[in-house]
T-cell receptor
Framework: AQTVTQSQPEMSVQEAETVTLSCTYD???????LFWYKQPPSRQMILVIR??????QNATENRFSVNFQKAAKSFSLKISDSQLGDAAMYFC????????????FGKGTSLLVTP | DAGVIQSPRHEVTEMGQEVTLRCKPI?????LFWYRQTMMRGLELLIY????????DSGMPEDRFSAKMPNASFSTLKIQPSEPRDSAVYFC??????????????FGPGTRLTVL
């Protein structure tokens, strides 16, 4: 079974600064997808970024980028120039490409952004 | 473009009552998922439909839970009878699967269910 671990229950960052959220996962598969979802107080689950395991290049979406280390099974999210609107729960998720469909989620990291 | 639509957004009911949650997936998507989010267990998959057919319902807690997808644009999750431990946020998500590879799942706003 695949497991996703987010070791930081809470993180804090000052506005305009950079923060990195950690995620590790355990799998015996070689082909899979990884995601970061954001859940603000409204509860909506919003896709932040997606990474295909077969791609060596780290995904980026504006101020959001990932550091994907396949050998280490690590998938961290970097938020640059943090904004107050970035405050939310962030969930790392994994899905197996070959036969998977269910997203396996980590427990989440609560990000606080201070002015 | 409308995203995944769920109703109601909030539901408060008493133990023993029937509860029906509704979902309209993104138009053109052929896969639909129901997830439940609780503090204790986090986000967990309840059931997965592909082309309106239930593929995996192993996450459905017990016989009190049932889900249907009568057509490509509508799904329901029913709890009968409801119990306090069913209190949670229920999410519907949809994706467009190309057949071999899973695609990004887009989530609805969720339904917060409280069973008294």
């Amino acid at each position: 079974a695949q497991t996703v671990t987010q070791s930081q229950p809470e993180m804090s960052v000052q506005e305009a600064e950079t923060v990195t959220l950690s995620c590790t996962y355990d799998t015996s598969e070689s082909d899979y997808y990884l995601f970061w979802y954001k859940q603000p107080p409204s509860r909506q689950m919003i896709l932040v970024i997606r990474q295909e395991a077969y791609k060596q290049q780290n995904a980026t979406e504006n101020r959001f980028s990932v550091n994907f280390q396949k050998a280490a099974k690590s998938f961290s999210l970097k938020i640059s120039d943090s904004q107050l609107g970035d405050a939310a729960m962030y969930f790392c998720a994994y899905v197996n490409s070959n036969s998977g469909y269910a997203l396996n989620f980590g427990k989440g990291t609560s990000l606080l952004v201070t002015p | 473009d409308a995203g995944v639509i769920q109703s109601p957004r909030h539901e408060v009911t008493e133990m023993g009552q029937e509860v029906t949650l509704r979902c309209k997936p993104i138009s053109g998507h052929n896969s639909l998922f129901w997830y439940r989010q609780t503090m204790m267990r986090g986000l967990e998959l309840l059931i997965y439909f592909n082309n309106n057919v239930p593929i995996d319902d192993s996450g459905m807690p017990e016989d009190r839970f049932s889900a249907k997808m009568p057509n490509a644009s509508f799904s329901t999750l029913k709890i009968q009878p409801s119990e306090p431990r069913d209190s949670a946020v229920y999410f519907c998500a949809s994706s467009l699967d190309g057949g071999f590879r899973p695609d990004t799942q887009y989530f609805g706003p969720g339904t917060r269910l409280t069973v008294l």
